[in-house]
């Protein structure tokens, strides 16, 4: 069995690309972004996502990225998975919900890189 190792882990995101409250999935194609840079090389195959959904969004598609001088995300894909909309729980009145994404193909991440 693969040993399972958490490389990040941030309790509140601070979006690079992105307004803090932006209502995203409302009909329009929003695209966020959050930098890291792996501590370990391997694969990436899952991460975890805290949202709140309300309304009626449409899917949501998760990819990772290598990125420019800038910060910004460039080249294709290393990973992607597509969410639908219908399999995020409603936010309860709390708050968030928890929703684990699992990458159908992992990405390959080599340490020190972003």
Partial sequence: MPTLTNDQYQLSAKLAYAQPGLDIGQGSDYRVSQGFTPSV?????????????SGAPGDLQIAIHAV????????????T????????????????V?????????????SGTT
């Fill in 41 to 53: 090389t391997g694969t990436l195959d899952s991460l975890v996502l805290a949202l709140t959904k």
């Fill in 81 to 96: 998975q597509v969410i639908s909309a219908a399999s995020v729980p409603a936010s309860p009145s709390t708050g968030q």
């Fill in 68 to 79: 420019d001088g800038l910060g910004k995300p460039t080249g294709s894909a290393l990973a």
């Fill in 98 to 110: 928890r929703l684990d994404v699992v990458f159908s193909s992992p990405a390959s991440l080599t």
